[in-house]
């Protein structure tokens, strides 16, 4: 019996069948590690020796010691393990940890770029040992990335709040968007008119029917400049109006539009993007799901080009379907600063197949992978661009009103569609003028200005932030998915359509960072880091060596900014026109979890608020909105600075021993309008915490809360209690037994690990 080991149970099902189609008689089996089977520790920052050269201390992924018994029974059972993991550095250092997990002596690696039955045979006539450099390439860069963001997001734990995180290529990549969006604060925008002249040619036209003719065509113009005060656009009018509008020159010029070269990586997710409206993420889920059933080459590459054969395949395709004259083969030029694969660009395996896919997302991701692929093997197209000039003025007048500015229109049509013909989305609409000579007079029906504004640099989408951080050389294929996750999941942006705007928790991280560690998360390091990283690769590097030279000048910075950065917590002066409503008194801008706030600054011994936009938060009561239905007291609803929340009776007077206990308080969801809260909601409320019960075991009590992080069960026990968040459960309905229930599964632990290669 052969073994042959993969990551994907997907994958493996699609080798096993070629397999069988390859070999009938012989005993392959194959089955799937799914992913890592082993890690470093989430835990802590001991997972690697840094005194002995940063070793790595793995450990078994939990929940793979089932995967990796079966595993291990098999290979001992096999007369062959061959390693059969994705064709990338995460692949070759996942084959290296199986190996290690079943003692494996001297293994056996084959790798191939696309699931296909010619590619299978291939990699088995020339099996490999593990290539030890690809392996140390991506251990230096998981255990550079662990060290980095133990470090960092320890720091702003401290100086920001607790439970963000930074990292080498995250911080980098936000720092980025917040660049773009001091841009947008700081654009002034300028008042400009166009001005547009609706006007008809006074040629009579052939009728297409042979009835006679017909009147003249429509034709639109534009001023050629934008007058940035009326008074301008107003004398351009009245001269159109009074003068008319001449034809002065008319120019058809041939222009090529160069075909494009098959998908990278980045190109996919940014085109999905844009045409499909698929997210980084889905695409490149969707693309691992064609990958594995065998339909398309494997999808992390920076590479643009195709192999001979495919090429050649392609070619033949395109003569047979479009003609001879369509087909040229082209190479081209990689783009990426830090181009990291030799895999081929991402192609459909059979280029014959124009459809292929269970689900819907996938049939359309794969006709967009076909078309550009064809499409790259294809003659350029040929368009005719025509534009029409006029003046204003006659022809009498010579065209004399040379003070004023032409008028213009601009046009287009498809000579030959060539690599158009393959991928019609890309092709645009056709712009036809009408036909014109230099000195025709034009009917002038309708001329007007609109007023506009210039408009800031725009935000960046998921798909403009990838292409950003390719062409700085920031990142790799297999991490733009996994930044964009990262950014949102630390709540550093938000979506607003497509665009990424910051947050202010993101805006407040990245200003600290940009201060504090302006090399580190520059474009310039980022990218030599990634040089460094692949002369690993390439075995021109030492592994332990680089981490050294990185890691100790870095620590000295992060102790020393320790030391010297305070605590992050005024964001800026208030604008001065916003006082403390409790003593009149300057404010300063604040961060809470919901967002920036105004606070005195005499805080703590003025406890005056506003929020972002200047509203007065206020602690002490208004105007009840009822009495509790069992203790009579009256209930408020109040806004702080963790949000909307209700209380139970007045705030105690006096001080010290004197002065009474604070009123019970309790958060109002955020899904409810403070406004049309009613007592009965507000008993609700009020009613948390909850006791649920004792715990059968323990004894101690199990109670159900909202806390800052959200609703929660605590079971009680000392020293320590057990707190697990409230995900689908509803925290004022749930009772005892299902509360057992959460507090029997594995508890999640906090960590920075994410499936396969998630940067920080």
Known sequence: MKLVIVESPAKAKTIEKYLKEIDSKGDFVVRASVGHVRDLPKSNKKAIDIEAGFVPHYEVVPGKQKVIAELSELSEKSTEVLLATDPDREGEAIAWHIGQELGLKKPKRIVFNEITKEAIQQAL????????????????????????????????????????????????????????????????????????????????????????????????????????????????????????????????????????????????????????????????????????????????????????????????????????????????????????????????????????????????????????????????????????????????????????????????????????????????????????????????????????QTAPPPRYTEAGLIKELEKRGIGRPSTYASIMRTLDARGYVAKEGRSLKPTDTGDVVSSFLEANFPTYISDTFTAEMEDELDEIADGKREYAKTLKDFYGPFLKEVKKKDKEAGKITDLGPAPEEFLCPACGNAMVFKLSRQGKFMSCARFPDCMGARTQTGEVISNEPSKPIGTHPDSGENIYVLSGRFGPYVQLGEMPEGKGKTKKPKPKRSSIPKEKDPATVTVEDAAVYLSLPRVLGEHPETKEQIVANIGRFGPYIAHHTKPKADFRSLKKDDVYEIELPRALEILKEEKKRRGFAKKKTEEK
């Open 125 to 452: 006539k020339n099996p490999r040992l593990i290539d030890e450099n690809l392996r140390y390439a991506q251990e230096a860069r998981r255990v550079l990335d662990r060290l980095v963001g133990y470090d960092l997001s320890g720091l702003i734990w401290k100086k920001v709040r607790y439970g963000l995180s930074a990292g080498r290529v995250q911080s980098p990549a936000l720092r980025i968007i917040m660049e773009r969006e001091r841009e947008i604060r700081a654009f002034v925008p300028e008042t400009f008119y166009v001005i547009t002249a609706a006007t008809k040619t006074l040629k009579k036209t052939a009728r297409p029917d042979g009835s006679g003719h017909s009147g003249g065509e429509d034709l639109l113009l534009t001023c050629s400049e934008e007058p940035k005060k009326k008074d301008e656009a107003d004398k351009i009018i009245a001269a159109v109006k009074k003068d008319g509008l001449t034809v002065g020159d008319v120019s058809e010029t041939e222009a090529k539009r160069t075909t494009r070269p098959p998908f990278t990586t980045s190109t996919l997710q940014q085109s999905a993007s844009s045409r499909l409206g698929y997210s980084p993420s889905n695409t490149m889920r969707i693309a691992q799901k064609l990958y594995e059933a065998g339909h398309i080459t494997y999808m992390r590459t920076d590479s643009p080009n195709l192999g001979s054969a495919a090429q050649a395949g392609i070619l033949a395709l395109v003569e047979k379907e479009f003609g001879k004259n369509y087909a040229e083969p082209h190479t081209f030029a990689q783009k990426s600063k830090n181009a990291q694969e030799a895999h081929e660009a991402i192609r459909p395996t059979h280029a014959d197949k124009q459809s292929a896919g269970t689900t819907p997302e996938q049939k359309k991701l794969y006709e967009l992978i076909w078309a550009r692929a064809v499409a790259s093997q294809m003659a350029d197209a040929k368009i005719l661009r025509t534009k029409i000039e006029a003046r204003v003025g006659s022809k009498s007048d010579l065209l004399g009103k040379s003070d004023l500015p032409a008028f213009v229109a601009n046009g287009s049509r498809i000579l030959f569609d060539g690599w158009l013909k393959a991928d019609p989305a890309a092709r645009g609409e056709d712009v036809e003028l009408p036909k014109v000579a230099a000195g025709e007079a034009l009917d002038v029906k309708e001329v007007s200005a609109e007023e506009k």
